[in-house]
């Protein structure tokens, strides 16, 4: 396994994986204003009870159509998942989860998107499990089982 080294650009992208080359984000000053990122397991499809890396639930029905707007309106959508966390995950678990969720995706969505576990400056995320805070005041403005 490679030692730990910051993201390398290659002509101006953000690679997610370092050294893959496959899976890239694009760069953070471009002018696009922001990114949907989606969370994958309990938000885009249902979260399979025990856990099992190897599957991947049914699709949530409201969150499909949701992301179906977004296509519908080009805007720019990633997956958002902890299954690819270098951190907690082997190469040979990452590479099955990015083939899993790739295969999910355009079996339900018709297409694939890019994957990641790491935030974006110009993300807007949309998670099962976080928390709102109030900009630069540490404020919650939403907890767990609470609606914005």
Not at 57 to 66: E, R, V
Request: charged share 30%; net charge positive.
């Amino acid at each position: 396994m490679k030692p730990y080294s910051n993201p390398k650009k290659q002509n101006g992208r953000v690679i997610t994986q370092p050294g893959s080359g496959k899976h890239r984000l694009v760069d953070p000053y471009e002018t696009h204003n922001s990114y949907k990122f989606i969370d994958f397991d309990g938000t885009l499809a249902k979260e399979v009870e025990p856990y099992n890396p190897r599957e991947a639930g049914p699709p949530i029905s409201s969150t499909i159509k949701l992301v179906k707007q977004w296509m519908k309106d080009r805007e720019k959508i990633v997956i958002f998942t902890s299954r690819v966390c270098s951190t907690a995950h082997t190469i040979t678990e990452i590479r099955y989860a990015r083939k899993l969720i790739t295969a999910w995706c355009r079996h339900y969505l018709g297409r694939s998107f890019p994957i990641t576990a790491e935030k974006h400056p110009k993300a807007i995320m949309y998670d099962n499990r976080a928390h709102r805070i109030e900009t630069n005041t540490g404020k919650i403005l939403a907890q767990e089982n609470e609606k914005v």
